[in-house]
Nanobody, 115 residues
Framework: QVQLEESGGGLVQAGGSLRLSCAAS????????MGWYRQAPGKQRELVAL???????NYADSVKGRFTISRDNAKNTVYLQMNSLKPEDTAVYYC?????????WGQGTEVVVSS
């Protein structure tokens, strides 16, 4: 079992920044992929960014150049630095990982960007 605990969401004005954190605990040996998805009201959950253990990253086109994903393997923590936030970034952000073939999700942290 893997537990994911997110933090860092909140209310911010357009153009502002937030940093999300997600700490993994439990049976976390050899976690390779960690990342972030988001779900806006009335929309499907979508990929925001992924990072693998060697540092390769993948971003949704809508966040490229504004968001940066990073990880601290020693702390089993993944971060999402979000800059130049837009109202359309408003969503619940979910931490994600895959371990022994099973997907795990955090409880979600809400990000609200006001115009």
């Amino acid at each position: 079992q893997v537990q994911l605990e997110e933090s860092g969401g909140g209310l911010v004005q357009a153009g502002g920044s937030l940093r999300l954190s997600c700490a993994a605990s439990g049976s976390i040996f050899d976690i390779n992929v960690m990342g972030w998805y988001r779900q806006a009201p009335g929309k499907q959950r979508e990929l925001v960014a992924l990072i693998i253990s060697l540092g390769d990253t993948n971003y949704a086109d809508s966040v490229k150049g504004r968001f940066t994903i990073s990880r601290d393997n020693a702390k089993n923590t993944v971060y999402l630095q979000m800059n130049s936030l837009k109202p359309e970034d408003t969503a619940v952000y979910y931490c994600y990982t895959v371990h022994t073939g099973r997907a795990y999700w955090g409880q979600g942290t809400e990000v609200v960007v006001s115009s």
